[in-house]
Structure formats: structure tokens, C-alpha cells
């Protein structure tokens, strides 16, 4: 049980709903897209609770949160190492940090140059997300991976605790070359030609 959640990015606030139904006394949710944050406070009845602030202007969280959470908005984030320093620095010493992003060694095939969406601005492989974590003052101690069964073909959660500021703890490095040499089987002229296809479409939809 957690005594105190931190969402990020809460979205539509449809996890924030499951903890305050669980029974947890304390919970934010930090959300700045104006329509999922309406719903969250009107339609699910979240008021107040989530707001529309960026984390950086967040100076202090009392209480602590024991557990924070970031669901596919890691990976749009100007400086996410930034943003694990500042969790580091609010959060509960004891505290744990799950991150979910969609995972690059996911099976993306059938996609194309679809994989790669304009509004990522980085792309984790268990490793690579591992080794963020690590480098930025946290312990992974959990990492799980799906098949398709979220909103990508693939998507990996890691699960952290805060470690020793600054300290880098020995993990593995994804093989670069064997990365090159799938995305390239990816992103084919024909994926590329659909892709162009989608955003002359969007372009069309935005104009009416």
C-alpha cells in the first residue's frame, strides 16, 4: 500500500481513479493537455487534485510521494535525465519510480517509419532506459516488457528505487549494430511512402 501517488503526465486520470478508489490518502496527478485534464476533474470526479503544472515548477511535494509514475510521456520530455533528478530530489527516499515507454526491440515490423511518431523525442530499449535510471541517481530493480497488448506493438515498464546521487551501477549495453540493422529493415520505401501519405492526410483534417 502507498501512503502518497505522483502521476505524470496523468492523462485522462484513469489510474489516479484506481488509487484513490484503493484507499491511498494522498495523490496528484500533473497533467497539462486542457481536455484530458478537464476529464479527469469533472468526469471522474478528480478536481483539484490534478493540475495543470509543468513538474519544474514543482519546488516541493509534502508529502513525499512513495510512488511515482509516468506513463508514456518519458520519451516526449525536452530532458528526461532533468526530470529523474528532480523525482530523485522529491521523492520518498524509499519511494519506487515506474516508467513506461514504448520499447524499440518491440516487434514494430508491420509499422514502418510508423515507429518513429514526430512528437518522440528519445527511444528506450529495456537497457537503454535501465541505464538512465541507474546514471541518474536510481536502482532498477524491475523491468518488464509486453508483446502488443498496450497502445504499441511493444512497451517496456521499469520499476526504480532512488540509489546514491550520481552513481552508476554496471548494466549492459544494447548491441548498436544489431539496433541499426533492424531498424533499417523497418523503414522500407514503402513505409515511407505511407507515412507521407498520413501526415498529408492529418494536414488535410487540421484545415477544416
Excluded at 483539484?48 to 515548477?57: A, F, K, L, N, P
Aim: net charge neutral.
Amino acid at each position: 500500500h502507498f501512503h502518497s501517488v505522483l502521476g505524470v503526465g496523468s492523462g485522462l486520470g484513469y489510474f489516479l481513479e484506481g488509487v484513490r478508489a484503493s484507499g491511498c490518502p494522498h495523490w496528484m496527478g500533473l497533467e497539462l493537455g486542457d481536455n484530458f485534464r478537464k476529464y479527469a476533474q469533472e468526469t471522474l470526479g478528480l478536481g483539484s487534485t490534478v493540475r495543470g503544472e509543468r513538474y519544474e515548477h514543482i519546488s516541493a511535494l509534502d508529502p513525499a510521494p512513495d510512488l511515482v509514475v509516468m506513463f508514456h510521456v518519458f520519451e516526449h520530455l525536452e530532458d528526461p535525465a532533468g526530470f529523474l533528478r528532480w523525482a530523485h530530489s522529491r521523492m520518498d527516499a524509499q519511494g519506487t519510480l515506474v516508467i513506461e515507454v514504448p520499447d524499440l526491440i518491440g516487434d514494430w515490423s508491420h509499422m514502418g517509419i510508423g515507429n518513429f511518431h514526430t512528437a518522440h523525442r528519445w527511444y528506450f530499449t529495456p537497457t537503454t532506459l535501465s541505464n538512465m535510471l541507474a546514471k541518474n541517481g536510481f536502482v532498477p530493480f524491475f523491468v518488464t516488457r509486453d508483446s502488443g497488448d498496450g497502445i504499441y506493438p511493444g512497451n517496456v515498464r521499469v520499476f526504480a528505487r532512488p540509489g546514491v546521487p550520481g552513481a552508476i551501477y554496471p548494466l549492459p549495453n544494447d548491441d548498436a549494430d544489431q539496433l541499426r540493422t533492424m531498424i533499417r529493415k523497418w523503414v522500407r520505401p514503402a513505409s515511407i511512402a505511407r507515412a507521407a501519405a498520413r501526415l498529408v492526410m492529418q494536414a488535410i483534417r487540421s484545415k477544416r
